[in-house]
């Protein structure tokens, strides 16, 4: 008798779980599938997928170009103002202790970053930003460069809905890996990640 009731029990808290599971993922999808109804058509000659939530598609071919803001996740643009792919000078001279590892040069990108949404966030929950050399494996500003940049972006300030910052994000690739490099730029959290990543030329 007991047994029987423990497994009836055990059952239910399993549809349970599966309800819900099919629930979020029900809702995910249906955020998603109502963003890409707003996508205008892709340009012509580009030929990755469209942008996430809007704007112009970027392939590693075709990227977005410098001064170009682009949606990357829901309500939130990224735009690439300009870069210094040699900055070794620029961080040695924020603090002498800035040196890059052997065979790595420091990178620095100047980007701006809007909050279009409609709660206040920090940019680091929504937007993930690497820089993307031509050997296809991907640099993090947030692991690769634990130096103190001059005139750094805060990723994790809380930005009300409507606010933009604008500031380095610093890169330490292998020096080798500089020339070509591209800032890839993907929502945190993503279902689709090839879909979902943009591309923007660094010149």
Same mark, same amino acid.
């Given at each position: 008798?007991?047994?029987m009731?423990?497994?009836?029990t055990?059952?239910?808290?399993? /549809?349970?779980?599966? +309800?819900? #599971?099919? #629930?979020v &993922?029900?809702?995910?999808g249906?955020?998603?599938?109502?963003s890409? #109804?707003?996508?205008?058509?892709?340009n012509?000659?580009?030929?990755?997928?469209?942008?996430?939530?809007?704007?112009?598609?970027?392939? =590693?071919?075709?990227?977005?170009?410098?001064?170009?803001a682009?949606e990357?996740? =829901?309500?939130?643009?990224?735009?690439?103002?300009?870069?210094? *792919?040699?900055?070794?000078?620029? *961080?040695?001279?924020?603090?002498?202790?800035? =040196?890059?590892?052997?065979?790595?040069? &420091?990178?620095?990108?100047?980007?701006?970053?809007?909050?279009?949404?409609?709660?206040?966030? !920090?940019? %680091?929950?929504?937007? =993930?930003?690497? /820089?993307?050399?031509p050997?296809g +494996?991907?640099?993090?500003? /947030?692991?690769? $460069?634990?130096? @103190?940049?001059?005139?750094?972006?805060?990723?994790?300030?809380?930005?009300?809905?409507?606010? @933009?910052?604008?500031?380095? +994000? $610093?890169?330490?690739?292998?020096?080798?890996?500089? +020339?070509n490099? *591209?800032? /890839?730029?993907?929502?945190? &959290?993503?279902?689709? #990640?090839a879909?979902?990543?943009? &591309? %923007? !030329?660094?010149?």
């Amino acid at each position: 008798g007991t047994d029987m009731v423990g497994t009836r029990t055990r059952a239910r808290n399993a /549809l349970a779980v599966a +309800v819900i #599971g099919v #629930g979020v &993922f029900a809702t995910i999808g249906e955020a998603s599938s109502t963003s890409k #109804g707003s996508n205008p058509a892709p340009n012509a000659g580009q030929t990755s997928g469209s942008s996430p939530a809007g704007g112009p598609s970027s392939s =590693k071919a075709a990227p977005i170009p410098v001064g170009t803001a682009v949606e990357v996740a =829901k309500g939130w643009k990224v735009q690439v103002n300009s870069a210094v *792919l040699n900055a070794d000078a620029q *961080l040695a001279q924020a603090n002498q202790f800035n =040196k890059p590892q052997p065979g790595e040069q &420091f990178v620095l990108v100047n980007v701006t970053i809007s909050n279009g949404g409609t709660t206040p966030d !920090a940019a %680091f929950t929504n937007v =993930k930003l690497s /820089l993307l050399p031509p050997s296809g +494996v991907a640099v993090s500003g /947030l692991s690769s $460069c634990m130096v @103190s940049a001059p005139d750094a972006i805060d990723q994790t300030a809380q930005m009300q809905p409507g606010a @933009s910052q604008t500031g380095n +994000v $610093c890169f330490s690739p292998k020096a080798t890996d500089v +020339v070509n490099s *591209l800032l /890839l730029a993907e929502p945190t &959290f993503t279902l689709d #990640g090839a879909k979902d990543q943009q &591309f %923007f !030329a660094l010149q």
